[in-house]
């Protein structure tokens, strides 16, 4: 037997609640604390107020305009604006020249402004308030000279994604 031990009486071991002969002391109990009634839902503190959005675009965290990061748009293309059809055809306002933007050269299926189903031959991504109405005149970064089916403004308020402006071409 270890030094400091008290052998037990009567063959029992002695077990932390049980006094020296095997009898329950009596401990004083803890008082629980009373279950929380559900009664709906917690109380939260009120959000403070944001601050108003800027009309070219939305903030993020930081206050920043996210837009398309300008490295991205690597093209250079050449808009004219549709401004409408006269007696000796479409007319056009003065053309913009180097306008940056991401030109992706692929067949698509997209519709039109009038609902009909055509073939783009390119899409272009831009920076958000390119004046490129459907019918505008583009001249791409190879020369070819195309036309604006359908024209996109991707804008997302309060998500971390880049807004844009998306054009298909004929």
């Known amino acids: ?31 629980r604390r009373p279950p929380r009634l559900l009664t709906g839902r917690r109380r939260r503190r009120p959000r ?30 050449k808009v004219e604006p549709y401004l409408g059809d006269s007696a000796y055809g479409p007319t056009y306002g003065p053309p913009v020249e180097d306008v940056p933007a991401l030109v992706a050269e692929n067949i698509r299926t997209v519709r039109d402004r009038e609902g009909r189903e055509v073939t783009s031959t390119a899409q272009i991504i831009a920076e958000p308030g390119l004046d490129c109405p459907a019918e505008s005149r583009i001249t791409l970064p190879d020369g070819r000279t195309t036309k604006a089916i359908s024209v996109a403004h991707h804008t997302a308020p309060g998500l971390p994604v880049p807004q844009c402006t998306e054009v298909s071409a004929e």
């Open 48 to 77: 403070p107020p944001r601050p108003p959005r800027a009309e070219t675009g939305w903030t993020a965290a930081g206050g920043d305009l996210v837009n398309v990061p300008r490295w991205l748009l690597r093209h250079r293309i």
């Open 1 to 31: 037997m270890r030094p400091g031990r008290v052998p037990a009486r009567h063959g029992r071991r002695q077990h932390g609640r049980r006094g020296p002969v095997g009898k329950r002391v009596d401990r004083p109990r803890v008082p």
